[in-house]
Each structure stands twice: as C-alpha cells, then as structure tokens.
C-alpha cells in the first residue's frame, strides 16, 4: 500500500547501544549484519552502520535510517525483527537502549557517535555548500524581487526560513545519500 505522506515526511535516524558478552563480539557483529541484511527487504530501509565500542567491553551502536517514521514502524512490528532479536538476545547483554532522531537534528552526526567516526570537516563543509550554493542561488532568483517591498529585517527572516526548510527536508537528506560514499571515504569501520 503506497503511503503518500511517505513521500513528505522526514527521514528517521534510529541509534542502538547495546554490549555485546565477553568474548562473543565477533558473533554479535555477524548477527547485527545479517539483521541488516534482512532490514534492506523492507520498504524506506535505506542504510545502516554498525559502530564498534571504543574500548573493548563498551557499547555497539547501530545506526539504521528509515525513509519516515511509518517505514521503522512497519520493521519494529515485524516478524523479522523480532527473530533477529532473539538471535541477538544470546550474544548480548541486556535490551538495546535506542534513540530515534528525525528532521534538523538527523541532518547532523549525533553526538554518541564516536569522533573517529565522524566524516573530515573539509568533506561535511564541501557537501554543505554543495547544498547551501544552488539552495540559496535559487531562492534569490525566484523569490527575493517578491520580497522586495518588505523592510530588510523582514525580507532576510522570510528567505533564511525558506532556504532553512528547504535545505533540512528536501537537499541535505538527498545529497548526504547521494555523497555518502565520498564522506565515508576511508572512515574506519
């Protein structure tokens, strides 16, 4: 059943800490991939990540994005999740502790992922003005001679509104897929 709203609404960052037992890390990580692997069957699953601990014996944190909140709602209640969760319940300890970001706040890296994960500043600025450039050069072409009759102050809190908007739920969701592969270059994994 297609789901128009799907189409508009923003994209949803899931993040899972979870320790893995002692001794059984290799285990838990080939489980966590092939509950990834079965992730990619279900519609608006458009990535994941898994992020080992900083020292050994610390928390994984897996990183899953849904295309909407109604895509993860439709894993969360599957059949499939809840046998990978079994099948992970035996290399772990306790249930995952997860956090769900969507919107302005999923456009950035959150801050439980490690430093060393994060993409090189260089590469996020690039991408950024990759989006803010055509985003901007846009709305001062189509927009701003509207704007013209508004008081400065005004016209600035209208355009900066719009290209805000704009970037957060149409360019950055796109181009950040789009360019995953180059911000990601050489990251360790």
Known sequence: MNDPTNETAPSVTRIARRRALPGREAEYESRV???LAR???FKGFLGGDIIP???AGGDYQIVTHF???AD???WEHSEARAQCLGRLREVAEGEPAFRVLSGLEAWFQPAVVPA???PPRARMALVTWLGIFPTVSFFLW???PWLQALPFLLRTAVLTALIVATMT???MPRLTRLLHGFLNLGRPR
């Open 33 to 35: 991939r092939a509950m």
């Open 39 to 41: 992730m990619r069957s």
């Open 53 to 55: 601990p900083e020292q």
């Open 67 to 69: 295309a909407s909140e």
């Open 72 to 74: 993860l709602d439709v």
């Open 116 to 118: 060393s994960m994060h």
């Open 142 to 144: 189509l927009v701003a």
């Open 169 to 171: 739920w149409v360019v």
